[in-house]
Nanobody, 118 residues
Framework: QVQLVESGGGLVQAGGSLRLSCAAS????????MGWYRQAPGKQRELVAT???????NYADSVKGRFTISKENAKNTLYLQMSSLKPEDTADYYC????????????WGQGTQVTVSS
């Protein structure tokens, strides 16, 4: 059973940077794709970025050019480097994985809070 644990959230001023990490237990090779989603207060959860096992990436328009998703297979870890942060980036950020075992299943982390002050 794959489990995901996020870290790296916090409070940052507008224009600053943060790097989120998502450590996966279990078989990293069975996961495709992985990604980051976020949910702001009173809003629906939305896609931030995804990455496939072949390292194809996809970003929400709102974060293109500012955020970078990457993964380090040797450490079973997914990252989200966030730069030029804006107050509207304030949200709980969730790591996501689609596990390709059997019929497949989705796994979510517990979330990490990012607050960007103006």
């Amino acid at each position: 059973q794959v489990q995901l644990v996020e870290s790296g959230g916090g409070l940052v001023q507008a224009g600053g940077s943060l790097r989120l990490s998502c450590a996966a237990s279990g078989s990293f090779a069975s996961i495709n794709p992985m990604g980051w989603y976020r949910q702001a207060p009173g809003k629906q959860r939305e896609l931030v970025a995804t990455i496939t096992s072949g390292t194809m990436v996809n970003y929400a328009d709102s974060v293109k050019g500012r955020f970078t998703i990457s993964k380090e297979n040797a450490k079973n870890t997914l990252y989200l480097q966030m730069s030029s942060l804006k107050p509207e980036d304030t949200a709980d950020y969730y790591c996501y994985a689609r596990v390709r075992v059997g019929s497949g299943y989705d796994v979510w982390g517990q979330g990490t809070q990012v607050t960007v002050s103006s």
